[in-house]
């Protein structure tokens, strides 16, 4: 499996943006669709954005679409989400996965996905 590590994280204004990274190694990180999930406190971890092995097809939550966008650089190895308009309420611990998938398939459950990096806080002030 592939190896995630997540950067970017931090302490962020109500209305402002950050950008995560998710630097890939291991392996071919073209081979694997791939998602950003975040866990808030007392909260279960929820899947918000999903991308497939080309970068051609995403999927979003209600509750970050338009406001999120997920890409990929293959070239570099590595997955962004790009937050802008953040609230109060995207305080949460973010997560990326990845996994192997030999098709354009976006898995949307926590369980389909067997490489996680360490996670980092983002932490929007209201």
């Known amino acids: 499996q592939v190896q995630l590590v997540e950067s970017g994280g931090g302490l962020v204004q109500a209305g402002g943006s950050l950008r995560l990274s998710c630097a890939a190694s291991?392996?071919?990180?073209?081979?694997?669709?791939a998602a950003w999930f975040r866990q808030a406190p007392g909260k279960e971890r929820d899947v918000i954005a999903r991308i497939n092995w080309s970068g051609d097809s995403t999927l979003y939550a209600d509750s970050v679409k338009g406001r999120f966008t997920i890409s990929r650089d293959n070239a570099k190895n590595t997955m962004y989400l790009q937050m802008n308009s953040l609230k109060a309420e995207d305080t949460a611990v973010y997560y990326c996965?990845?996994?192997?998938?030999?098709?354009?398939?976006?898995?949307?459950?926590?369980?389909?996905?067997?490489?996680w990096g360490q996670g980092t806080q983002v932490t929007v002030s209201s």
């Open positions: 291991g392996r071919t990180f073209s081979s694997y669709a």
């Open positions: 996965a990845a996994t192997y998938i030999e098709s354009s398939r976006l898995p949307g459950s926590e369980y389909e996905y067997r490489s």
